[in-house]
């Protein structure tokens, strides 16, 4: 079973894995009250939340956590009276994956990157205040998103400000963690986390004003950037929130040349944002400086030169990236991430070998498969390391996939998620494990839908999964080869208990495929777009999803055709 079952991560990775009652003398129990309020950075679809009932900052395993909808809207049912903690999801504004992890107090009813600063210490008043807001601006109950009835921002002013500090934040996170050569989210959200405390330590001193004027004259100080960026560099050195690779990494550097050496480029970045007009020159303003990663690349390229007190040099470094950064026709310098050599790979099945493209199973044609596949039949493909990265300790992804049947006659469906897979580098080596110990197991389940939507299943594959490890290399002259007939079998049998003719399908299908907390790109450094998976984990007595657990990240989405 091992060797069935041990492609099932790898193939995933490779984008394809009450009441009580009582007398008439008992009073009634009085039910919970329960906790709403919106993730809001644009508001974030599908994100976790998790109440902080320990309060230290950290969204661990044991919490009570809930995930919310499109809207950025989410309910704790039986309420939650602590700090709130935001983390995943996706940008339903900019459609980009939210990057860091928010906080927010308790009783608030927003959790947003404003918010972070009150959680941090800073009272709402404070935050007003160094933003420029409206004086009486409370930023854990006024929500950022909100649109009138004719769908203009009720306060853009608050919106453009809680996207500007969302930039600030993530790309301040982002080369910290690019110094210590880091990628995911286990590395990245406590260091954002650490990365807010800092900014709130600067902001809530008497006077300090972060943003000014309106309009096209809205502009943030630079010399406070500057002084955010270096209280931050400085304490992450000594903090232990972030990991011992990031206080190592920056304390190789000076924090005052870094912060030099970026300001500028911040700020830049910021004010766009905060001049632009209308709510789409917003939106894409933040998308522009969220998703460019020409700043985080060119501070890690030139870390050698930020290890000492800035000189004059620095000052003309920072003019450099700034000039590069703020040039839309600057090519984006991207560096330290994983990819599918060529962009591809390659199905040998019953005797036969074809080669695949990403484009080709992106474009509206789509690829051709012969149906049912070969037991034998393998994936063949390369991967290639652009830059180099590690990989933080105890970091996990999740992944999806997701089959539609396009025929108009047709209501197949097949869903299905494995989550928690601990994934480590080593040299060239990436290999995956599908935890069976500790707090956080990996699970696997699938749910479909037969063609005739007469009949729906979940089949959960935790015990068959648990426990494999798969290794792949990114050297150059070795190929993977990942064993998926078997594993397809395995799977068409265990589901064909309650679907019959699977391996008679022929068709048309649509495919989304989803993978989280990997540096995945293509080859030329193009960022995969944002899908979400939501699969149903749950159904009631009566066939309906009652619980579903969604997954979100960089993933591909395309068309299959089954042939004889």
């Known amino acids: 079973m091992q060797s069935k079952l041990s492609a099932i991560s790898a193939a995933v990775f490779i984008l394809l894995a009450s009441a009580c009652g009582g007398g008439s003398d008992t009073p009634a129990p009085v039910p919970p009250t329960p906790t709403s309020g919106k993730a809001v950075d644009g508001y974030l679809s599908f994100a976790k939340v998790t109440c902080d009932s ?32 935001a983390t995943g999801g996706t940008s ?28 941090a210490g800073m009272t709402t008043a404070q935050v007003a205040a160094t933003l420029g807001l409206s004086a009486g601006t409370d930023v854990t109950r006024s ?15 608050l919106y453009r400000k809680t996207l500007v500090m969302q930039h600030l934040l993530q790309k301040v996170s982002e080369a910290f963690t690019g110094f210590a050569g880091l990628s995911g989210t286990a590395a990245l ?4 986390d650490q990365v807010a405390a800092s900014f709130a330590v600067v902001l809530k001193a008497g006077g300090i004003s972060l943003a000014s004027g309106s309009g096209a004259t809205a502009a943030l100080d630079q010399q406070v950037v500057t002084s955010l960026v270096k209280q931050a560099a400085t304490d992450a050195v000594t903090s232990t929130k972030v990991s011992a690779a990031v206080r190592s990494a920056l304390a190789a550097q000076n924090a005052d040349a870094i912060a030099v050496a970026a300001s500028s480029s911040l700020k830049g970045q910021s004010d766009s944002i905060l001049q632009a007009g209308t709510t789409a020159a917003i939106v894409a303003a933040a998308k522009v400086a969220q998703n460019d990663a020409k700043l985080v690349s060119a501070l890690v390229d030139n870390k050698a030169k930020l290890v000492g007190a800035p000189t004059v040099a620095t000052t003309e470094l920072a003019a450099i990236i700034k000039a590069g950064v703020l040039d839309p026709n600057t090519t984006s310098i991207q560096s330290n991430y994983l990819a599918l050599a060529n962009n591809g790979m390659a199905l040998e099945s019953g005797g036969k070998n074809t080669d695949y493209t990403i484009g080709q199973l992106e474009s509206a044609a789509g690829i051709a498969i012969s149906w049912p596949l070969a037991t034998n039949a393998v994936l063949k493909f390369k991967l290639s390391e652009v830059g180099s990265f590690n990989l933080a300790p105890n970091q996990r992804l999740s992944a999806a996939v997701q089959v539609e049947q396009i025929a108009a006659d047709g209501k197949g469906l097949l869903k299905g998620f494995i989550d928690n897979v601990v994934v480590t580098k080593t040299g060239s080596d990436v290999s995956f494990l599908v935890a069976n110990t500790g707090s956080q197991l990996s699970n696997a389940l699938v749910y479909g839908v037969s063609a005739d939507a007469k009949t729906k299943a979940i089949i959960g594959f935790n015990n068959a999964v648990r426990g494999v490890r798969n290794t792949l290399t990114t050297l150059a002259a070795n190929t993977n080869f990942v064993l998926v007939g078997d594993v397809v079998s395995y799977a068409v049998n265990q589901v064909s208990n309650d679907f019959t003719g699977i391996n008679a399908l022929r068709g048309k299908y649509k495919i989304t495929l989803v993978v989280t907390d990997l540096p995945l790109r293509k080859l030329d450094g193009t960022q995969f777009k944002t899908y979400t998976i939501d699969v149903p984990t749950k159904l009631d007595a009566l066939g309906a999803i009652s ?18």
């Open 143 to 157: 929500d950022p998103a909100a649109v009138s009835a004719d769908g203009s921002l009720v306060n853009a002013d």
């Open 189 to 192: 959200q406590p260091v954002y």
């Open 54 to 85: 320990n309060s230290n900052g950290v969204a661990d395993s044991s919490e009570p956590l809930v995930y919310t909808v499109e809207n950025g809207s989410f309910t704790f049912p039986e309420g939650c009276s602590y700090g709130l903690i």
């Open 92 to 119: 339903v504004d900019t459609g980009l994956p939210f990057v860091g992890q928010i906080r927010a107090p308790a009783n608030a009813s927003m959790i947003t990157p404003l918010t972070s600063l009150v959680a």
């Open 547 to 564: 619980e579903s657990r969604p997954v979100s990240g960089a993933g591909l989405q395309g068309y299959i055709t089954l042939t004889d």
